[in-house]
């Protein structure tokens, strides 16, 4: 696991040749990494992406070997703590697929704010090779994202789908050309981390409330959420540069 800054941006790459497979070790790793972004106080994006020829491969399925009931759910219980910590960070968060995206990795990028893709990428979960369903939270972010008969398609199907087909069904945001994709990708994810770090946190909280209780609920708390940001160096520095420099000319710092 790689954790490097570049600017604000935190970029945490996923490298364990040749597969990127998922186990406890690539799991604690990224964990560890995530966590140091969420200590971080000069990170203002995460972009999560990996080297090599698969985005991953999957579980490693040595992984399920000995478990049983009780630590079947132990070990669901624990690898959500990882998608609850992506989720829970206040400041915008990719997920750049370049390849092959499966099972965990796939996860993975669904607890992420956006999802971009080359071209070529080829995402599934595809648990049912081995009489699972998926248990990082896969179905229920893509019914999330793609609603919840989309949802029972992929995962019943153990397919493969293209980026093509993922974006016209909501669940890839993006998908970009493969010539050129880590940059393509690296310059969206830095863009979002040099701007209004609160207000994205307040746009995630915002958003989190409609999904939970449905419009009315967010407007109930959009009031208060959006008001504290009349308090941040943020606004007060982009209202003064607008002010003095005029549209487009707004500069973020201070959160």
């Given at each position: 696991?790689?954790?490097?800054?570049?600017?604000?941006?935190?970029?945490?790459?996923?490298d364990?040749?040749?597969?990127?497979?998922?186990?406890?070790a690539?799991?604690?790793?990224?964990?560890s990494?995530i966590?140091?972004?969420?200590a971080?106080?000069?990170?203002?994006?995460?972009?999560?992406?990996a080297s090599?020829?698969?985005?991953?491969?999957?579980?490693?399925?040595?992984v399920?070997?000995?478990?049983?009931?009780?630590?079947g759910?132990?070990?669901?219980?624990?690898?959500?703590?990882l998608?609850?910590?992506?989720?829970?960070?206040?400041?915008?968060t990719v997920?750049?697929?370049?390849?092959?995206?499966?099972?965990?990795?796939f996860?993975?990028?669904?607890a992420c704010?956006?999802?971009?893709?080359?071209?070529?990428?080829?995402?599934g979960l595809?648990?049912?090779?081995v009489?699972?369903?998926?248990?990082m939270?896969?179905?229920?972010?893509?019914?999330e994202?793609?609603g919840p008969?989309?949802?029972?398609?992929?995962i019943?199907?153990?397919a493969?789908?293209?980026?093509?087909?993922l974006e016209?069904?909501?669940?890839?945001?993006?998908?970009l050309p493969?010539e050129?994709?880590a940059?393509a990708?690296?310059?969206?994810?830095?863009d979002?981390?040099?701007?209004?770090?609160?207000?994205?946190?307040?746009?995630k909280a915002?958003?989190?409330?409609?999904?939970?209780?449905?419009a009315?609920?967010?407007?109930?708390?959009?009031p208060?959420i959006?008001?504290a940001?009349?308090?941040?160096?943020?606004?007060?520095n982009?209202?003064?540069?607008?002010l003095r420099?005029g549209?487009?000319q707004?500069t973020y710092?201070?959160?």
């Open positions: 696991m790689d954790l490097t800054y570049d600017g604000p941006l935190a970029i945490v790459t996923l364990a040749p040749p597969l990127n497979l998922f186990d406890h690539m799991m604690a790793g990224l964990q990494a966590s140091s972004v969420a971080s106080p000069d990170a203002r994006g995460l972009l999560i992406q090599g020829r698969a985005v991953s491969a999957g579980v490693d399925v040595n399920f070997a000995s478990l049983d009931p009780a630590t759910e132990t070990l669901w219980s624990e690898w959500f703590e998608i609850h910590l992506i989720e829970d960070l206040p400041v915008p997920f750049a697929a370049h390849a092959l995206c499966l099972t965990a990795a996860e993975i990028s669904l704010d956006l999802l971009l893709a080359a071209s070529s990428a080829r995402f595809v648990e049912i090779v009489g699972l369903t998926p248990s939270g896969g179905p229920q972010r893509l019914a994202r793609a008969a989309r949802a029972r398609e992929l019943y199907s153990g493969l789908y293209d980026a093509a087909t016209r069904w909501n669940v890839v945001n993006r998908v493969d050129g994709f940059e990708a690296r310059s969206f994810a830095r979002l981390a040099n701007g209004p770090t609160r207000a994205h946190a307040a746009t915002i958003v989190r409330a409609a999904l939970a209780g449905g009315r609920a967010a407007d109930e708390v959009t208060a959006s008001g940001l009349f308090a941040t160096a943020d606004l007060q982009a209202v003064a540069s607008f420099d549209p487009g707004a710092s201070g959160r």
